[in-house]
């Protein structure tokens, strides 16, 4: 079993927040997999599905960004889970905007969801990092991270979300390095 959980901010005036793309790349992939209906547990919003004969569990923590990790420290414990069994989709500004990465572990870079699961469960867990951009100074961080995706970047956006739906199976059966290869290939076409 694995726990997938997506970060983002909950209410709907923060739906289309770029802080909110890990919740959005966790819905789409529920969808295309056909997993259960949402349940309320652990703070926040489950979902029961498979994915590659691999059974997941999607999270999405109902706290704000800055207490995801009462909510994955909640269901790590109930679950019993270790962290090689946790992996957390959440923007990421220190990579070109729509691409994915995967990296195993590391420090938070400020991300303050990162920080609240390393604070509650250890930092050794892998991330899908999707990237978001960075405005290009620090004083804008904060008003980019929190602001909506333009409409002239849905297309990209959506293109993103439906190339990590469609190569999740990768992801679920541990193998991301062809996860991101496959995705990149996608987004080239």
Same mark, same amino acid.
């Given at each position: 079993? !694995?726990?997938?959980?997506? /970060?983002?901010?909950? #209410?709907?005036?923060?739906?289309?927040?770029?802080?909110?793309?890990?919740? &959005?790349?966790?819905?789409?992939?529920?969808? &295309?997999?056909?997993?259960?209906?949402?349940?309320?547990?652990?703070?926040?919003?489950?979902?029961?599905?498979?994915?590659?004969?691999?059974?997941?569990? +999607?999270?999405?923590?109902?706290? *704000? &960004?800055?207490?995801?990790?009462?909510?994955? #420290?909640?269901?790590?414990? *109930? *679950?019993?889970?270790?962290?090689?069994?946790?992996?957390? +989709?959440?923007?990421?500004?220190? %990579?070109?905007?729509?691409?994915?990465?995967?990296?195993?572990?590391?420090?938070?870079? =400020?991300?303050?969801? /990162?920080?609240?699961?390393?604070?509650?469960? =250890?930092?050794? +867990?892998?991330?899908?990092? %999707?990237?978001?951009?960075?405005?290009?100074?620090?004083?804008?961080?904060?008003?980019?991270?929190?602001?909506?995706?333009?409409?002239?970047?849905?297309?990209?956006?959506?293109? &993103? %979300?439906?190339?990590?739906?469609?190569?999740?199976?990768?992801?679920?059966?541990?193998?991301?390095?062809?996860?991101?290869?496959?995705?990149? %290939?996608? !987004?080239?076409?």
């Amino acid at each position: 079993m !694995q726990l997938w959980v997506g /970060l983002g901010n909950p #209410g709907p005036q923060y739906a289309m927040n770029r802080h909110n793309v890990g919740y &959005m790349a966790i819905d789409v992939v529920a969808d &295309m997999y056909e997993f259960a209906p949402v349940q309320k547990k652990f703070s926040g919003w489950v979902q029961d599905g498979r994915i590659g004969g691999q059974r997941i569990i +999607f999270l999405k923590p109902a706290t *704000f &960004m800055n207490e995801s990790g009462r909510s994955v #420290g909640e269901a790590m414990r *109930f *679950f019993k889970l270790e962290n090689d069994a946790l992996t957390v +989709f959440h923007d990421e500004l220190d %990579l070109a905007p729509f691409k994915v990465k995967v990296k195993q572990g590391g420090g938070t870079a =400020g991300h303050n969801g /990162l920080r609240s699961i390393g604070a509650h469960c =250890g930092n050794d +867990f892998q991330r899908v990092r %999707l990237g978001i951009g960075h405005p290009g100074h620090k004083d804008r961080v904060h008003s980019h991270v929190l602001g909506n995706y333009a409409k002239t970047e849905l297309d990209d956006l959506a293109e &993103m %979300l439906g190339a990590v739906a469609a190569e999740a199976e990768w992801l679920a059966k541990g193998n991301a390095a062809r996860f991101m290869s496959d995705i990149a %290939l996608r !987004q080239q076409g």
